[in-house]
Structures are given as C-alpha cells and as structure tokens.
C-alpha cells in the first residue's frame, strides 16, 4: 500500500463523544419543543455518525417523520432549518472542544507515526468543518500530507460519506490509485465509503463494540485500536 486515509473522530481524536454529546444537546432541545422523544445514542450512529452536519440533521429528522426547510449556510443557529440547526451543533462542539480540548488516541498517533516512517502517504479524511482546529488542538496536522474535510466538501461539492468522494478525492490530492491506498474508519458510514470507493483495504476501528456491523457495512479488517495494527 501506498498511502493511508485516516477519518478523524474516533479514530485518530476521541471527539465522536464530542460529536454526539453536541448532537444529542441540539437535538433533545429540538425534540423536546415539538413532543418528540429524545435522541438516543443509536439514533447517532444510524443517522448522524460520520456524515455532513446537514445530512446528519436531514437523516435523523426524517427518520422521526419530520422536515423542515433546508435554510442557508448561515442561518443563525435557532433558525429551525437544516441549515440552521446543523449550524447550532457546530457551534456546541466548538465550545465542548474550547472548554475541555482534545483527547488523542495514542495508539491511533503511534501508527500513523509508524506508517508515514514506512514511506506511505497520510491524508485525514472527515466530514467535521473543524477538522483543522482539532488537529492543531491535538499537535497532529504535521503528521499528513492532506486534508479533504467538511470545508473542502462544501467548497467543491462533494458528496459526504457514506458516498466515496472524499475518500476518492484525498487519494487523488495524494496521487495514488485507491487500490493503493488502505482506508480507517469507526463510522458506519465510513467504512461504506471506502468500500464503495474499491480502496485496497478498509480497516474498521471497533469503539463501540459492534465489529460484526463494521463488517456488514464494509470493513476488510476490523481491530479496536489502531495500536493492534503495530504488531
């Protein structure tokens, strides 16, 4: 293999519980206004985990037969609109990341670390528009050669994961064949897009418990910590 793709949150940082307290905040607010039940941590990782903010919030809603107008990129976060409440859980991961800033998983640094010392190209590979803020909070961004995140999605309109765009777009910012390029992802979602993309390999990153459903949905290989990988 040639280069690497790593998804960000749950497999390098330990901001997907970030993700889904801000995810759940907005939407128990939400729900809780209209007579729905609350927003459950299943609800997460069927509907939300992994994905744009506004596929995240369009999926889920439907989900639960609701629609509501799709809004602007920047309707203020009370707005009731994809838009806007997608924009309202942006802003509360901002402040859970400012006030308690970044876990790493060192395991996750370790292999990165020891693939780049293999000669393979790195790109991280996420949905989160504040991929670059992570990254810097968790002293990362040295350790890849390219980032396609939720900025660089919305600027050349691609599609979100579980779509392989972005995936297909780092190898080619990277200049290798997918069938090169080895792809980690703990999402459902992710491991869909790497292997709809035809990578050489998807490795599943196991956080939650749930191996067989990172298999069903596409993962080659699945291990609970990258560390596993080291040998």
Same mark, same amino acid.
């Given at each position: 293999?040639?280069?690497?793709?790593?998804?960000?949150?749950?497999?390098?940082?330990?901001?997907?519980?970030?993700?889904?307290?801000?995810?759940?905040?907005?939407?128990?607010?939400?729900?809780?206004?209209?007579?729905?039940?609350?927003?459950?941590?299943?609800?997460?990782?069927?509907?939300?985990?992994?994905?744009?903010?506004?596929?995240?919030?369009?999926?889920?809603?439907?989900?639960?037969?609701?629609?509501?107008?799709? +809004?602007? #990129? =920047?309707?203020?976060?009370?707005?009731?609109?994809?838009?806007? *409440? &997608?924009?309202?859980?942006? !802003?509360? %991961?901002?402040?859970?990341?400012?006030?308690?800033?970044?876990?790493?998983?060192?395991?996750?640094?370790?292999?990165?670390?020891?693939?780049?010392?293999?000669?393979?190209?790195?790109?991280?590979?996420?949905?989160?528009?504040?991929?670059?803020?992570?990254?810097?909070?968790?002293?990362?961004?040295?350790?890849?050669?390219?980032?396609?995140?939720?900025?660089?999605?919305?600027?050349?309109?691609?599609? +979100?994961? #579980? =779509?392989?765009?972005?995936?297909?777009?780092?190898?080619?910012? *990277? &200049?290798?064949?997918?069938? !090169?390029? %080895?792809?980690?992802?703990?999402?459902?979602?992710?491991?869909?897009?790497?292997?709809?993309?035809?990578?050489?390999?998807?490795?599943?990153?196991?956080?939650?418990?749930?191996?067989?459903?990172?298999?069903?949905?596409?993962?080659?290989?699945?291990?609970?910590?990258?560390?596993?990988?080291?040998?």
């Amino acid at each position: 293999m040639k280069a690497s793709l790593f998804d960000m949150d749950g497999v390098l940082t330990d901001t997907a519980s970030v993700h889904a307290r801000a995810w759940k905040e907005m939407f128990d607010d939400y729900l809780s206004r209209h007579g729905q039940p609350p927003f459950e941590q299943r609800d997460y990782e069927d509907y939300v985990d992994g994905k744009p903010r506004q596929d995240g919030v369009r999926d889920f809603l439907a989900s639960r037969g609701i629609t509501v107008p799709e +809004g602007e #990129p =920047a309707d203020p976060p009370a707005s009731e609109t994809v838009r806007g *409440l &997608g924009n309202r859980k942006n !802003d509360l %991961v901002q402040q859970l990341i400012t006030k308690n800033g970044v876990d790493v998983y060192e395991g996750s640094r370790r292999f990165v670390e020891a693939v780049r010392d293999a000669g393979q190209k790195t790109a991280v590979v996420s949905s989160s528009a504040n991929t670059e803020q992570i990254l810097e909070a968790a002293g990362m961004s040295d350790l890849f050669d390219e980032r396609v995140d939720g900025v660089v999605l919305a600027r050349e309109n691609l599609r +979100g994961k #579980p =779509a392989p765009d972005s995936f297909l777009r780092a190898a080619e910012l *990277l &200049g290798v064949d997918p069938k !090169d390029a %080895v792809v980690y992802e703990d999402a459902l979602a992710g491991v869909q897009a790497g292997h709809a993309g035809g990578f050489g390999l998807t490795v599943g990153v196991d956080r939650r418990g749930r191996p067989e459903e990172l298999k069903k949905h596409g993962a080659d290989v699945v291990v609970e910590d990258l560390a596993e990988l080291l040998g």
